[in-house]
């Protein structure tokens, strides 16, 4: 995707990257598995994936590590929302237009409707986190093979 980006853009291809965790990545995720009610499949990918930073794939996708997670807990706390149930997760990322990612203590992942978290409105956008995740992956290829994304 870097290789063309800069000749199909005009402007040379930004951080686009899976870093994998190191110690300090995963002592944060097994933390954050003490202070929330995050799912297993979070913890888990914490464990193995430092962040996830797509900064060209269309608006930018981006999974924050588990160190920024814990630092917006403890600074703001989780999202509470009404949706069709309560929704009730911290912050895990957002896709760079100003709408974050939500993950539910149940597993699923939300979005923001809007870049404001005063008034939360949630919209679902996976299950759980493999979904969300086949979704990224989904976004990027066709990102890679057409220019655009989904909107995610």
Known sequence: MTGEFEDRHGFPAGTNEVRPANHDD?????????????????????????????????????LE?????????QEGG????DTDRKVHGPVIGSNGGGLAYVAASDGAVYRTRTASMDETELDKVADDLRQF????????????????????
């Open 78 to 81: 989780s999202v509470d929302a």
């Open 133 to 152: 995740l086949k979704l990224l992956e989904h976004s990027l290829t066709l990102f890679i093979t057409h220019g655009e994304t989904e909107n995610l």
């Open 65 to 73: 590590p588990a160190t920024n997670v814990l630092q917006r807990l």
């Open 26 to 62: 995963q002592v944060a995720a097994h933390r954050l598995a003490h202070v929330t009610s995050a799912s297993g499949d979070l913890v888990t990918f914490y464990d193995s994936i430092g962040d996830v930073t797509w900064a060209d794939v269309g608006n930018g996708y981006f």
